[in-house]
């Protein structure tokens, strides 16, 4: 190895962040936390400002001297350079999409008219800032497709601003929402305005790191200014929970949903827009999950896990006191995903071993057939109402990018409305699907996609991917970035681990609260499975996630260094001791459980990444990534995480964190950014799992 090699492999001169003497005593013990300095603002506070570009200067010196970051950067670009399309809503004759030329930083919305009128751009956000980090958000249209009310969002934060335009002179209106997140966008059957979720006006200076508490449901009426929208729904005697709405497709109910955390457990509340508009409790309890799929005049239909831990469809009459639930469709094998009303069937979205599977049902629960998806891949969309046959999905899996398909519920039949031109063949590379045996003995699917053409002999670099947590499940699904890693010669291997949502509350359950080291088991055996199978070894074995990913990577890092090469933590929660003291992380509760809990407290100091980095022991070569402005996951959590790194005995190879500037926890990001993130991450990956990256420096 020459001395430029060398340098390259080991870790660099880190930048000094200085230990204090902050520490929590929890239940009789005493838990250092020197760096909790680095929770605060960077914005706000110059010392951490100036640590921020020490650490990004560090690292993008070391980057920038890794073969191959510039090939890869121009080929993502490459790559990137095609056609995409979001999933159409229909509304008045008129259908709304998404589209992206390419390259755009952001999505820009059109409109047209009929499905064969010319599509009408009408928002474009790319203007909207210098450096494409304004994006548009959430948007929905009126019932009539008159009025269009839609989010901006800047920077990647989680805050949102609200504005309506005119869809036929294609003006933006007076109207201006603000301090709005975490929230829907419901008309009025009428037009006349939209319900909304929003947070009281935080304390100037605490805008990206105070707790979220007292959100409210307001009605905003066009034409008025905020001050004058009415209070709908509030609890301010509970300002823990959130509250969201919908309005039913004939423009009767509103359905409100209130949740006090991430569990699937929701109280919720109506009111008859067609008569007495005062909301009223039709399930109480925080008990159950709760969707609603459609109406038909008094009966409301919703999915539900009650007494179904895999879901179940069952409907409701919401004029009678106490009324019974009536089953519609019964629970199944396979995990009830959603289901809407569209025309004269009930479209139900399914996960069989992480796969989509959906079926159609009549109204009254006859089974009406399976539609025909193009392969092993994931299905979003089918949204309707009762009357119209049409509705349009999204099909993708890892080997095809999403295609839109128009579905006519009358004929059961779908056609092509939107498909990418590609500049890759996607038959070039093969999905699998393999089971493999956790430490308790748990079956747990995973998915390994590469080039058709890869020798798998000798083994192969290889990027094994997770997240676990929140009852939120992986699909297959396409990534031009993943795509890049497979055609530089790498293996994708997605585990489908406990506490995701691919089986239902047991799977989620077996990863969660005291039972989150099932997670953590699951991803490394994962692992052994790869080096087993002989896909790869543990010098060519790599790791990412992001969020509750990040933290799985975090955690098992600690637990078996020796087991990978290289680990990308993104955006991760890595001090369980503190996450709830910010922004959203007091929801995060109902998967980790409670610091101030005794029992919780011992299990999430026991796999917490920031409380336990082994000193003395050889770690895998690590980029921690995150954003200056991520206000789900404060940036703090990879900051105290990457000074303890830095700071403790863990080998020679670099522990490195990458922060971006005017970025969130990933919604808004703009191209370039993503971009270029790749980039520094592939080259960094490659090099330490031994791909083959040529050098373009």
């Given amino acids: 190895m020459n001395p430029a090699e060398h340098a390259m492999v080991t870790g660099p001169e880190y930048p000094r962040a200085a230990r204090g003497d902050d520490a929590a005593v929890m239940f009789g013990e005493r838990v250092e936390d020197p760096w909790r300095w680095l929770e605060n603002d960077v914005r706000n506070d110059p010392r951490v400002k100036q640590w921020v570009d020490q650490e990004n200067a560090v690292t993008q010196a070391l980057l920038a001297r890794l073969p191959g970051r510039e090939g890869i950067r121009a080929r993502l670009k490459q790559l990137w350079d095609f056609e995409k399309f979001g999933v159409p809503v229909k509304a008045g004759g008129r259908y709304f999409f998404l589209r992206n030329s390419g390259l755009q ?33 959430e948007w929905r249209p009126d019932r009539k497709g008159r009025y269009l009310a839609y989010a901006v969002q800047d920077g990647g934060s989680d805050w949102r601003t609200l504005h309506v335009l005119d869809v036929e002179s294609g003006e933006t209106l007076s109207d201006e929402l603000k301090w709005v997140k975490f929230s829907g966008l419901a008309w009025a059957g009428d037009g006349s305005g939209f319900y909304y979720s929003r947070f009281p006006e935080p304390e100037a200076g605490a805008e990206f790191q105070s707790l979220n508490l007292d959100q409210a449901l307001w009605f905003h009426r066009l034409g008025d200014p905020q001050s004058a929208d009415r209070l709908v729904y509030a609890t301010p005697e509970r300002p823990t929970l959130m509250h969201t709405a919908e309005v039913s497709d004939d423009g009767r109910w509103l359905v409100i949903y209130s949740a ?77 995903e959603g289901a809407s009303m569209v025309g004269d069937r009930l479209v139900l979205r399914y996960l069989e071993d992480a796969r989509s599977v959906v079926r159609c049902f009549s109204f009254d629960g006859a089974a009406m057939g399976t539609l025909d998806l193009p392969g092993i891949g994931s299905v979003h969309g089918f949204d309707g109402e009762a009357g119209d046959p049409e509705s349009f999905y999204l099909f993708t899996s890892f080997n095809m990018p999403p295609t839109i398909y128009r579905f006519d519920a009358a004929t059961g039949q779908s056609t092509i409305f939107k498909q990418p031109d590609t500049p890759f063949d996607a038959q070039d590379y093969v999905v699998d699907q393999r089971f493999f045996t956790s430490r308790d003995g748990t079956r747990v699917p995973m998915f390994i996609v590469h080039h058709r053409g890869l020798d798998l002999t000798s083994g192969a670099p290889t990027l094994l991917y997770g997240y676990g947590g929140f009852n939120i499940p992986l699909p297959p699904g396409f990534s031009t970035t993943r795509l890049a890693w497979m055609e530089m010669g790498g293996v994708f291997a997605l585990a489908n681990i406990r506490g995701g949502g691919e089986y239902g509350k047991q799977w989620h359950d077996g990863g969660r609260l005291l039972n989150k080291q099932n997670s953590f088991d699951d991803f490394i055996a994962a692992a052994e499975a790869l080096v087993e199978w002989g896909i790869t070894t543990p010098q060519q074995l790599a790791i990412q996630g992001g969020s509750n990913g990040g933290l799985l990577v975090g955690a098992v890092v600690n637990q078996r260094p020796d087991l990978f090469a290289a680990a990308l933590p993104a955006v991760g929660v890595m001090d369980m001791l503190r996450f709830n003291q910010f922004t959203a992380g007091r929801y995060w509760v109902d998967d980790y459980g409670d610091p101030a809990d005794a029992r919780h407290f011992a299990n999430l100091l026991s796999y917490s990444p920031y409380h336990n980095i082994r000193d003395g022991v050889d770690y895998p070569a690590i980029l921690i990534t ?32 990458r922060i971006e500037t005017r970025a969130g926890h990933g919604a808004g990001k703009p191209t370039d950014k993503i971009i270029d993130e790749y980039a520094d991450m592939w080259a960094f990956t490659g090099f330490y799992t031994g791909l083959n990256l040529g050098d373009s420096r």
């Fill in 626 to 657: 995150t954003a200056d402005t991520d206000d789900r996951v404060v940036p703090g959590h990879s900051f105290k995480y990457a000074a303890a790194l830095q700071a403790a005995d863990i080998g020679d190879k670099p522990h490195l964190i």
């Fill in 105 to 137: 930083n952001q999505y820009v919305l059109f409109m047209q008219q009929g499905l064969d009128g010319a599509p009408r751009r009408l928002i474009d956000p790319n203007g909207w800032s210098a450096d494409g980090a304004t994006a548009l958000a």
């Fill in 260 to 336: 006090e955390g991430t569990d699937d457990r929701y109280e919720i509340s109506i009111a008859d827009l067609h008569g007495d508009d005062r909301p009223y409790t039709l399930f109480a309890g925080l008990e159950h999950g709760w969707t609603l799929a459609g109406t038909q005049g008094d009966v409301l239909t919703f999915v539900t896990n009650k007494d179904a831990p895999r879901y179940r469809v069952v409907s409701v009459d919401a004029t009678v006191p106490d009324a019974p639930l009536t089953e519609i469709v019964a629970q199944g094998d396979a995990t009830l």
